[in-house]
């Protein structure tokens, strides 16, 4: 097909070409078709069309001809970004004194990093300072070379992600060798290097962000359902990884994966079958996505907490902790709750926390799920009384005890006869006096809840 003479990437340069030749091949058609030979308004407006076809073209001759002398010329080191290692647009200094682009050392403060990325030297300020002596000798020696600096900065960065041209072409050809290829090791050379480059920096990620389509052709290989690409264990880590990546990145891109209609069935089957490290970061993966309330309840309704419940009465040690994280994160939202309690969390938690198990996780957890009446009950039944009074007594952490009179102040105003071994507990150990002294404001609180309702039974049963 021959090429229009315009940006061939650039929509709204094509709708324009297509639309100025149409206007052309009408024109011509007219004076073919004229008797008498062409007006002479059909020979001006075929004259306006040409001349806008020509400017059209020679934009893109000036831009292509600027793009590709930066290509060819050599670019001075000092003049390079240290992270993006293209030539600077917006030279500033840092506080360790390096030269950075300031697009791209901003992306770098904004990611939490408080380090010089060239140094590693700690920063005792994140405050930026133009270099404008870098950036006239930059202007200066594009003067001398021929480039135009106002084309190369409208060319070859995303203003708003800080993703080179180079970044794109990267990231458009790794996706489309997991997506289309059918050959196995294509998708798992792909899906292990978006996984690298999404670890190592923000560029990949906001790539994902910018269109639902990244995520799909992600996500690609695992729906090929009865196929062997769907059994391999290492483009499924791979790819379940890179989500988890991508998840990190902020709020916009957690809703985007979130929302996309095969992540949450993929992460489900990664819970159930996956290997450890694929599990641990599809819950992991639940848990950064978890973090935006409106993703929540869409998670929650999809069944997942059982898979996570399960894997938690599993109890491999490189996964409990992302699990309990998850579920955690996902019973902040009060529907969920429920769900969890219907699952079986409260007989699992139950067993690890009795145990000795993670009790720090664990116990966060069962505290927020007493606030649904099955959990009371059911936690009753387990012996649950005996355990969180062996917990406020013997513990050393303020939190957990806190969470542990939380848990029994409630079980003990829904069920009078566990009344009987907290009073039992409070004679000989005097176990929850003490936390009224000495816990956290909210264990005080629950504690004297308790003493008080104590000290009204006690009171009854002399009058009687």
């Known amino acids: 097909m ?3 003479g315009v940006s061939d990437s650039d929509p709204t340069a094509i709708a324009k070409a297509k639309e100025l030749k149409r206007e052309m091949k009408k024109l011509l058609t007219n004076i073919e078709e004229e008797e008498d030979g062409p007006s002479v308004q059909t020979i001006d407006q075929l004259q306006e069309a040409l001349s806008a076809f020509r400017q059209a073209t020679m934009r893109k001759m000036a831009k292509s001809s600027s793009l590709e002398m930066l290509e060819t010329v050599s670019c001075p080191d000092e003049f390079r970004c240290p992270l993006s290692n293209e030539l600077m647009r917006d030279p500033v200094v840092l506080a360790s004194g390096q030269t950075y682009d300031k697009l791209f050392i ?40 021929g480039l135009e600096t106002t084309t190369y900065q409208s060319s070859l ?9 180079s970044d794109r072409e990267i990231f458009n050809s790794l996706l489309c060798k997991l997506s289309s290829s059918s050959n196995l090791q294509d998708q798992k050379s792909s899906a292990k290097e978006l996984r690298r480059l999404t670890k190592k920096g923000t560029e990949f990620r906001a790539l994902f962000g910018e269109s639902s389509e990244g995520i799909n052709r992600l996500v690609n290989p695992l729906l090929l359902h009865g196929s062997a690409l769907n059994q391999d264990e290492q483009l499924q880590e791979d790819v379940i990884t890179t989500l988890l990546n991508v998840s990190i990145h902020d709020d916009s ?14 992460l489900i089957d990664a819970l159930r079958r996956g290997t450890v490290a694929t599990r641990s970061n599809a819950a992991a993966t639940v848990f950064t996505l978890s973090a935006l309330d409106s993703n929540k309840a869409l998670i929650g309704k999809s069944g997942i907490l059982k898979p996570l419940i399960d894997l938690l009465e599993e109890g491999n040690p490189s996964a409990i902790k992302d699990v309990a994280a998850a ?26 926390i009795s145990d000795g198990l993670y009790v720090d996780e664990l116990l966060a957890i069962l505290a927020m799920l007493v606030t649904h009446w099955k959990a009371v009950e ?38 009078r006869t566990k009344w009987k071994e907290i009073k039992e507990e409070e004679s000989s150990h005097g176990t929850i006096t003490r936390l009224a002294r000495e816990g956290t404001s909210r264990a005080q609180r629950k504690a004297n809840g308790i003493l008080d309702r104590l000290r009204k039974a006690m009171n009854l049963t002399h009058t009687a």
Not at 157 to 165: G, I, L, S, W
């Open 2 to 4: 021959a090429k229009t």
């Open 253 to 266: 891109n957690k809703k985007l994966v979130c929302e996309n209609p095969n992540v949450i069935p993929l």
């Open 327 to 352: 579920i955690f994160t996902l019973c902040i939202a009060h529907e969920n709750r429920s769900r969890a309690v219907k699952d079986g969390a409260v007989r699992v938690l139950s067993k690890k």
């Open 106 to 145: 901003q992306k770098w403060l904004s990611s939490g990093n408080r380090t010089c990325p060239k140094t590693q030297q700690v920063l005792p300020h994140t405050g930026l300072t133009p270099n404008l002596l870098i950036r006239d000798m930059i202007t200066k020696w594009c003067e001398t070379v």
């Open 378 to 415: 059911e936690l009753g039944e387990l012996g649950g009384v005996t355990w969180l009074l062996r917990i406020t007594r013997e513990s050393e952490c303020k939190r957990n005890k806190e969470n542990a009179i939380v848990i029994l102040h409630t079980i003990c105003f829904s069920d």
């Open 157 to 165: 960065v995303d203003e708003e992600k800080a993703v080179t041209r």
